[in-house]
């Protein structure tokens, strides 16, 4: 059974700093690209970062600088460590894993993250 388990949002303030993980099972986590993506109110879901099985990093350029993806494929966790954060950032996040061929999306059930004073 595919999970992916999400922990670590919450209410910080500005210029403050959360670190996301995404914890999986139930398929091979080091052959996925793994993402972490973000829906405000009212806005679509949008990707935030991603590293492929390689490492190679991407990011949204409202976060990077910023934000850091990473993942330790022995943990079959990916994390999102969020620095400086802003009010903007304020969103469900959630974790995505997927496969290229056959192409395939696992997602995590989303958490919340309030960035306010």
């Known amino acids: 059974q595919v999970q992916l388990v999400e922990s670590g949002g919450g209410l910080v303030q500005p210029g403050g700093s959360l670190r996301l993980s995404c914890a999986v099972s139930?398929?091979?986590?080091?052959?996925?690209?793994m993402s972490w993506y973000r829906q405000a109110p009212g806005k679509d879901r949008e990707l935030v970062a991603s590293i492929t099985t390689s490492g190679t990093t991407n990011y949204a350029d409202s976060v990077k600088g910023r934000f850091t993806i990473s993942r330790d494929n022995a943990k079959n966790t990916v994390y999102l460590q969020m620095n400086s954060l802003k009010p903007e950032d304020t969103a469900v996040y959630y974790c995505?894993?997927?496969?290229?061929?056959?192409?395939?999306?696992?997602w995590g059930q989303g958490m919340q993250v309030t960035v306010s004073s």
């Open positions: 995505n894993a997927r496969a290229i061929f056959p192409r395939r999306d696992d």
């Open positions: 139930g398929f091979t986590f080091s052959s996925r690209v």
